[in-house]
């Protein structure tokens, strides 16, 4: 568990929802209260290894809060110490339920060519994810109360907003806005940064992934700010909503609104998440909101329509787009305004009795509730910091494809792989082509969880796994989990399978991940793809209404909305 202590004997800590350091009076001045945490876990890259929790002393000085940490940019004397040598540190966001003032910490190195020794990033660590409970405290000033904490909305919000948009005269074609669109920042690996560049000197991707180092959050500023100056992006004269579509190449076709959502901590039961949230991206994309003050790429939510909003959603395809970009993954990219008041009114009251659950942009979400927070937390009060630019799609009218992501085990013999799970499972050798096991592992999966172990080779054994022993179950999977999350097909497969009859390791050095079927066959080599079905978009809803978080890797929404084609700066409300 991470282990939490003041800097010196008796000094007192504080952590809250913010959480801040407090100030001391005047008088007592000379003795400065710090935080130390003394015990967290290794993160490496973008991932959090499930890895040894390590020493590490986090110091913070007064009026600074955990989430001015990342990236060392406290002054000289704000420098962040692991016992025994020094690294950078960044604090997570709160990541599991919303009691719990903190949980998870995480070292990172910052791109300053440091690594973590080997040993930390794959010794086993199950000491993560628990509740601290901080000592009660007396207010202070700088610490969230009526007047500094921020709002909660009465119900589902998305709220017109003046949109920032590239030129259309500028860009004077659906290819031509299209190479100025970019895919969300966290799946963008370098080649693919240096690719979007080169496509076109204004793509989004500057403003998302600038370059620059340490100065690269200013840099970005920057280019926003010249890019508003001449004209390359220009704000809409009126608020609206706006009506988005996303066409794959496929025939699919997603479409949902885009506005700006007001923002509630999963306990307000109106946005829920379904994932966790890592240190690294919390702390860069809070410090690229706090840069640009704006925000540049919309997060994906989804809920059960069916009303005025779907409507409007649905009618929109009559009326000729305000934009059509085209991208290269073949994503035609469509864009209607809706301004007419009564519209715009009936589409307020269907959505406030409902909720949404996050399909896409976590990290993004914990900023803006981040962000929102440090707001109050200064006395801004009310602003356009309570909202945040969001892509809001019924699921059950235009809503998203949702793709398996399979799992990979090269250190185990697919035939032994079968014998293991026979303990527990019905095993059934297939026979035929691949697509004939890709079929019949779909069809099983409608009548509870399924499987299909298949050796690397597209050509060689299969065996389709079915009907879990309930006894084998009750005693793999928590009893105290609730009963969306006990029934995933990705719990019983790592909880059950996996760790138990496989008797496997769970971490991402014995077991991969795919998102395809091929990729998969592939990295499998002579060792096991565990192929699964897609987890339905109802079954990450119902996890996340039972207050959960989803297994790592459980799902994969497509298509994703394009940034650059809707840009909220803050000022504009």
């Known amino acids: 568990m991470p282990e939490f202590g003041s800097h010196r004997d008796g000094e007192r800590e504080v952590f809250d929802r913010t959480p801040i350091v407090a100030l001391l009076q005047s008088a007592q001045a000379a003795t400065e209260p710090r935080i130390v945490v003394h015990r967290i876990a290794v993160e490496d890259g973008r991932e959090r290894d499930p890895g040894r929790a390590v020493a590490a002393g986090v110091e913070l000085r007064p009026g600074q809060c955990l989430s001015s940490a990342p990236g060392g940019r406290l002054g000289g004397d704000g420098v962040f110490e692991q016992r025994g040598g020094r690294r950078r540190i960044a604090v997570v966001e709160q990541v599991e339920g919303p009691h719990v003032p903190v949980v998870d910490l995480a070292v990172r ?99 998302i992934l600038p370059r620059g180092g340490g100065e690269r959050y200013a840099a970005a500023a920057g280019l926003l700010a010249r890019w508003r100056s001449e004209g390359v992006l220009v704000a809409d004269d009126e608020a609206a909503l706006y009506v988005y579509e996303c066409a794959t190449a496929d025939g699919h076709v997603q479409r949902g609104l885009v506005g700006s959502v007001g923002l509630a901590r999963a306990d307000a039961g109106i946005v829920l998440p379904h994932e966790n949230t890592m240190a690294g991206p919390v702390a860069d994309r809070l410090a690229l909101t706090a840069a640009t003050a704006a925000n540049l790429e919309p997060i994906f939510l989804v809920y059960d329509g069916g009303g005025p909003a779907s409507a409007a959603v649905a009618e929109a395809g009559s009326r000729e787009p305000l934009a059509t970009a085209v991208t290269a993954d073949r994503v035609t990219h469509r864009l209607w305004a809706i301004t007419d008041a009564e519209r715009l009114d009936a589409i307020a009251t269907d959505l406030a009795p409902r909720r949404a659950v996050i399909a896409d942009g976590h990290h993004r979400y914990a900023t803006y509730l981040a962000y929102q927070e440090l707001r109050h937390a200064a006395g801004d009060g009310p602003g356009a910091w309570d909202y945040g630019l969001s892509f809001l799609v019924d699921a059950s009218a235009f809503g998203p494809q949702v793709h398996a992501i399979h799992r990979v085990v090269p250190g185990l013999a697919p035939a032994e792989a079968a014998e293991r799970a026979g303990s527990a499972f019905t095993v059934r050798a297939l026979g035929g082509s691949l697509d004939e096991a890709l079929l019949a592992l779909e069809q099983a999966g409608k009548s509870g969880p399924a499987f299909l172990i298949s050796a690397g080779a597209a050509s060689g054994p ?23 999350w006990r029934g995933l097909d990705v719990t019983v497969a790592h909880l059950l399978l996996i760790r138990r009859l496989w008797g496997c390791e769970d971490t991402e050095q014995v077991v991969g991940y795919q998102h395809d079927v091929e990729s998969a066959l592939r990295a499998a080599g002579a060792g096991v793809a565990l192929l699964l079905n897609p987890t339905p978009v109802e079954d990450v809803v119902a996890v996340a209404a039972a207050g959960e978080r989803m297994p790592r890797k459980s799902t994969l929404f497509t298509p994703k909305p394009a940034t650059g084609l809707l840009i909220r700066a803050l000022e504009l409300g």
């Open 109 to 207: 190195a910052h791109a300053h060519g440091e690594s973590l020794p080997a040993d930390t990033r794959s010794t086993a660590c199950n000491a993560l994810g628990s509740t601290v409970v901080p000592r009660s405290v007396s207010y202070h000033p700088l610490m969230p109360d009526a007047t500094t904490t921020p709002p909660v909305p009465d119900g589902l919000m998305l709220r017109p907003f003046r949109a920032l948009r590239f030129d259309a005269t500028a860009a004077t074609g659906p290819a031509q806005l299209g190479a100025r669109l970019s895919p969300p920042y966290d799946v963008i690996d370098d080649a693919e940064l240096a690719a979007l560049e080169s496509r076109d000197p204004h793509n989004a991707v500057r403003l």
């Open 462 to 484: 299969r065996w389709l796994l079915t009907d879990p022993a309930p006894a084998a179950l009750d005693t793999a999977i928590p009893a105290e989990r609730s009963a969306a």
